[in-house]
């Protein structure tokens, strides 16, 4: 079985992590003994079994030698959106009773006042270079050894909730009991799903602080293989990096294949991507014509998958399934999944409702034990609160989430389908459906669209639009009004922060 100690051991020189835009790097035995190092100085600093160290760092090489430092000391690593303004950030570091705060001097301005706003006898370190308050992380580890202590215990993570209907919460994991090294279920999960193997080449372009960018990558190196990281998502930058590095297995959000899919002909055709085994996407419901266009493009290695940072269920399925089952998330791999109407009964296929997994794994809302309760239902079920159908074959279908319904005239509409309508028009770079008030009908339909820079966005467009949609929706689902915007708040995952959008 193998681990990074043993990958570090058998293949030392071996890239762990390459940054795709500054080539930096690191070494399987480079990043296990950096690992180690900071590891003993967080044990040595008085850090004890499950306790907390927020992790404020860019895209850089430096953050999984930190993350598997946290996860060799036994302690729960915490990574934090450098994307947040200061005091959702302290929220963030004070919410979660951190210990230690690790930052990048690109984050500086933000590292400083989130620290300002923590006890002062938290741990505060900095890589690579000094910023004011902070001690530098090579300085704290000079004199530790790169020998692991005997008998190493397994930490976790604690990732935050995305927050795009409220404050984020903390997803408060128990602690393995289990010796570090051993594989954990994501890590023999991705291996006999997706061929997760030794060598292979992991590409990453979203930002290291959300659960599967990081997860995944981790779950790569455990198995021996090599993570690109992107700092930031270009869509030529990301066909050049597959090429460069013979990228194996790519991981995506639907807002990165609209935008690949948008690039010039010529763009497209330039780069070798015969490498490609396995392209993973997943975060947000992604369009029919956009998936079958990138299925024409890079053919049947496409796969997708539902799950939430929560771990409340897993499904996916392949291209092929996928084509047999358009706009399906795929069947779950471990316990059956219902859908559960507004009075707690079971539907049938076919019928729309909240979708809950049986299967869902045990875990709490840190200091949140109302929000906890509403995941689960009596029967033990969990849910991330979204709504969708089953087939007769047991395929998952999403349909939106809850939070983002409208109801106009007492009926509900799901605005992922309007959505991706929309963003399926070869003039229209992005696109958000919400519900605004109306004196008559409660709420009407509006539409919020990045026209393409082709394109411009006036009257005439937006008379286009509002027929494209009325050509293949029902009425009460098509927008009444539609406005231009430069961009819509998204995150880096490709989930819109819809609460923004109403103000």
């Known amino acids: 079985m193998p681990s990074i100690d043993s990958i570090a051991a058998a293949a030392p020189d071996r890239p762990a992590v390459i940054c795709a835009s500054s080539g930096d790097r690191l070494s399987f035995r480079e990043m296990n003994e950096l690992s180690i190092r900071i590891a003993r ?114 930490g976790v993570y604690m990732f935050y909730s995305s927050g795009t209907t409220g404050h984020p919460k903390g997803i408060l994991r128990p602690l393995p009991n289990a010796p570090f090294g051993e594989m954990r279920a994501l890590e023999g999960m991705v291996q006999s799903l997706f061929g997760f193997r030794e060598r292979m080449v992991y590409f990453n372009p979203a930002p290291l602080y959300h659960a599967a960018p990081l997860g995944w990558s981790m779950s790569a190196q455990m198995h021996g293989g090599t993570v690109v990281i992107a700092e930031r998502f270009d869509a030529e930058a990301t066909l050049a990096a597959i090429e460069r590095h013979h990228v194996t297995h790519p991981h995506f959000v639907p807002t990165h294949f609209v935008r690949m899919l948008k690039l010039p002909d010529g763009a497209r055709r330039r780069y070798d991507l015969s490498s490609l085994e396995v392209v993973l996407h997943a975060a947000a419901p992604c369009a029919i014509p956009v998936k079958r266009a990138m299925i024409d493009w890079w053919g049947p290695v496409i796969h997708e998958f539902y799950s939430g940072s929560e771990g409340g269920g897993f499904t996916t399925l392949g291209s092929e399934e996928w084509l047999a089952h358009e706009g399906s998330v795929g069947r779950s791999i471990g316990g059956p999944i219902r859908i559960v109407g507004d009075d707690g009964t079971v539907l049938a296929a076919g019928e729309t409702g909240t979708i809950y997994f049986e299967d869902a794994e045990a875990f709490a809302y840190h200091k949140d034990d109302a929000k906890t309760a509403q995941f689960f239902n009596a029967h033990g079920w969990g849910t991330l609160g979204d709504i969708g159908r089953l087939d007769e074959d047991g395929y998952l279908y999403l349909s939106d989430r809850r939070s983002n319904m409208i109801i106009s005239g007492g009926v509900n509409i799901y605005p992922q389908e309007t959505e991706d309508l929309l963003i399926s028009h070869p003039k229209v770079l992005d696109a958000a459906v919400i519900g605004v008030p109306d004196e008559e009908m409660g709420e009407q339909v509006k539409a919020l669209v990045v026209a393409d820079p082709s394109a411009r966005g006036d009257t005439d467009l937006a008379a286009e639009l509002l027929a494209h949609c009325r050509a293949k929706l029902a009425a009460y689902k098509c927008p009444r009004t539609l406005e231009f915007v430069d961009a819509l708040p998204r995150l880096p995952t490709g989930k819109l922060l819809k609460r923004m959008l109403r103000g």
């Open 41 to 154: 100085m967080l044990r040595d600093e008085g850090l004890a079994a499950g306790d907390r160290v927020a992790i404020l760092l860019d895209n850089v090489v430096e953050y999984f030698a930190i993350a598997w430092a946290i996860r060799r000391a036994e302690l729960r690593y915490v990574p934090i959106n450098w994307h947040l303004g200061s005091e959702e950030a302290a929220y963030l570091v004070r919410d979660c009773d951190a210990r230690a705060l690790i930052a990048s001097p690109a984050l500086a301005t933000l590292a400083q006042s989130v620290a300002a706003a923590m006890p002062a006898d938290m741990l505060r370190l900095v890589i690579r270079r000094p910023i004011e308050g902070f001690q530098l992380l090579d300085e704290a580890i000079a004199d530790q050894p790169a020998t692991a202590p005997p008998n190493e215990r397994d």
